[in-house]
């Protein structure tokens, strides 16, 4: 007996009437799975803090208490960028699209997108300056130059890199968010 519960690539019943599978569509979420990038690069940063919170521990016992603090405030930095780290990405809801930045968050109601398609074009790798012919998620919308935008994904980002299967179905959920309630 298959447990369908537990794969996050299961099939969607078909007989749906809209392109949406999900429940509550005021909800944000992010219609993929964050890649082995982004979770292993969390996954560190939570390991290099619980040897900083253990070092503040032992700071603290052994004299010093302003100093364990120091050391306690940047495991509660790194603790709180392995969580952002996580939660970068493009989430989607009824309301619109949002990118969540390590910095930034920016929100696009989707009264304001044109369209969502995916263009062939130099994309950065892992974020990095450098850039590689890649695919890219492109929005275009009413009050900006598609310029102007950045991609919202790209198959050499953290999520999607090495996993060209992951960004289409990532790509072509966005896309089916997008023509569900641009038409309203």
Do not use: C
Request: aromatic letters at 10%.
């Amino acid at each position: 007996m298959p447990l369908p519960f537990l794969t996050a690539d299961r099939t969607f019943d078909a007989a749906s009437e809209s392109p949406l599978p999900y429940d509550d569509l005021e909800r944000w979420r992010r219609p993929y799975r964050p890649g082995p990038w982004r979770v292993g690069g969390a996954a560190l940063g939570l390991l290099l803090s619980s040897f900083v919170l253990f070092a503040a521990v032992l700071i603290a016992l052994t004299g010093k208490v302003s100093s364990a603090g120091v050391v306690f405030g940047l495991a509660l930095a790194v603790i709180v960028s392995a969580l952002r780290m996580l939660r970068m990405g493009v989430w989607v809801s009824a309301h619109g699209m949002r990118q969540v930045g390590f910095l930034q968050t920016r929100t696009v109601p989707w009264a304001r997108v044109l369209s969502v398609r995916t263009a062939q074009q130099p994309v950065r790798w892992l974020g990095l300056p450098r850039t590689v012919q890649g695919q890219a998620l492109a929005l275009v919308r009413k009050d900006r130059a598609p310029e102007d935008t950045p991609p919202l994904l790209t198959t050499h980002g953290l999520d999607f890199l090495n996993r060209p299967v992951a960004f289409d179905r990532a790509a072509d959920t966005v896309e089916a968010w997008a023509a569900e309630y641009r038409r309203g």
